[in-house]
């Protein structure tokens, strides 16, 4: 396809695309009244979505420079020449014929986002522009645009406004903060949770603005809502929260530990260094919390997270450890082998826990051998400590003692 012909298919997409997002947009929920208003000129609220849609593909129509431009501007972000290549334009056109919608989405968010723009300027306010962009927006988004959804400004201009300096975000416009709310509301199913994990973390950053919104309960309702999706953005942001409300996210974390499914705990498992690295405390309560749960499926992933977590604190590792062990999953134990008792054994290597014994006890032939490793270098600390540990195994079994005892001096080489 020629550069001629997949130019005027991608410019109807656009125009389509401008169509089903505003009426998508307008009938989905009620749109918010602009968030800059000149009194002496009040923005006329549209009646209909007919309205809207007719002035913005009338902007479309007779603004062919503005969409080359913005399709130029597309190109260059996503296109990749390839400079062993002579034939480039021939190139291109294959690859525009092939991404027809992708453009037209990218095309179509850049329309409303500088429409949303005009609508910002605190000055000057187009506060028409604000119900064609805010709606178009909404639209595209409620129809899980990935140029959308990726944007990090268009959160923050609805928040913020366009910040004229760093002090700015300090104050959220009430309006502004109400039409965000009012489209993550809207958001359902799958689009709900892509939304949501895309622009809370950016909200987040922002103390002003998240407080506001209270970005650590919505975030936790939607990993409670959507527990299968994938939620590392809502995680992320609830421990940005930490920085400066940690009441509210500490609140919302246990909340997690005492109402999540499987999937929820796996996700707290995969984000417990980084909430170590604001609050012991906190991780230790919510490993704490996984732990009474029994949950076999995520008890290795929390054995791999005790030590670091407890590192400090010898007498609760040791504690959560034989709770751990005594539960007789195989891999939680090889999990504590392999990421503790070593560390644990050089603070402690006497073992006075009995971490060693009772590993052994409960553990099978692979947790088994891995302990061997670590009995051989206790012998070596003492024979002392040794014995006392080959003689806890005797205690409920002489034969894997006395085999043990054979193994050992084999292996040090008496």
Not at 108 to 120: A, F, I, P, R, Y
Request: with cysteine; charged share 25%.
């Amino acid at each position: 396809m020629r550069r001629r012909e997949s130019n005027p298919i991608i410019f109807e997409k656009v125009g389509e695309m401008i169509g089903n997002s505003i009426e998508i947009g307008w009938n989905s929920f009620r749109i918010p009244d602009p968030i800059y208003e000149v009194p002496d000129f009040p923005a006329i609220r549209p009646i209909q979505a007919s309205t809207l849609k007719r002035q913005a593909l009338g902007l479309h129509a007779i603004d062919k420079t503005g969409f080359n431009l913005r399709l130029e501007n597309s190109i260059l972000r996503t296109y990749k020449k390839n400079y062993a290549q002579f034939d480039h334009e021939e190139r291109l056109e294959i690859w525009m014929s092939q991404n027809v919608a992708f453009l037209a989405d990218q095309i179509v968010t850049e329309m409303g986002t500088q429409w949303v723009d005009l609508s910002l300027d605190e000055k000057h306010p187009d506060t028409d522009r604000w119900y064609l962009g805010f709606c178009l927006l909404a639209g595209r988004a409620l129809q899980g645009s990935e140029s959308v959804l990726k944007s990090e400004s268009i959160p923050l201009s609805l928040a913020f406004g366009i910040p004229s300096d760093s002090r700015k975000f300090d104050f959220p416009h009430p309006k502004g903060m109400m039409a965000l709310t009012s489209l993550l509301n809207a958001a359902e199913g799958k689009v709900s949770s892509l939304l949501h994990n895309s622009w809370l973390p950016i909200l987040a950053v922002y103390e002003s603005s998240s407080v506001v919104m209270d970005v650590s309960k919505i975030a936790t309702a939607c990993i409670h809502n959507h527990p299968e999706s994938d939620n590392s953005g809502c995680m992320s942001a609830i421990i940005q929260v930490m920085a400066y409300d940690m009441a509210s996210a500490t609140r919302n974390l246990i909340s997690l530990v005492d109402n999540g499914t499987q999937s929820t705990h796996t996700l707290l498992c995969d984000n417990l260094d980084p909430i170590l690295g604001r609050s012991q405390p906190l991780a230790l309560q919510l490993l704490k919390g996984m732990v009474l749960n029994k949950n076999e499926a995520i008890l290795p992933m929390l054995a791999s997270k005790l030590y670091p977590i407890c590192r400090h604190d010898q007498d609760t590792y040791t504690r959560m450890a034989l709770e751990i062990i005594q539960s007789g999953n195989d891999k939680a134990i090889r999990s504590l082998i392999e990421y503790g008792f070593r560390q644990y054994l050089q603070d402690n290597p006497d073992d006075t826990g009995m971490l060693l014994s009772t590993a052994w006890k409960f553990g099978g032939d692979i947790s088994k051998s891995r302990l061997r490793g670590l009995i051989v270098l206790q012998k070596k600390k003492s024979d002392l400590y040794f014995e006392k540990t080959v003689s806890e195994i005797e205690s409920f079994s002489k034969s894997e003692a006395d085999q043990l005892r054979l193994d050992v001096s084999a292996r040090s080489g008496e």
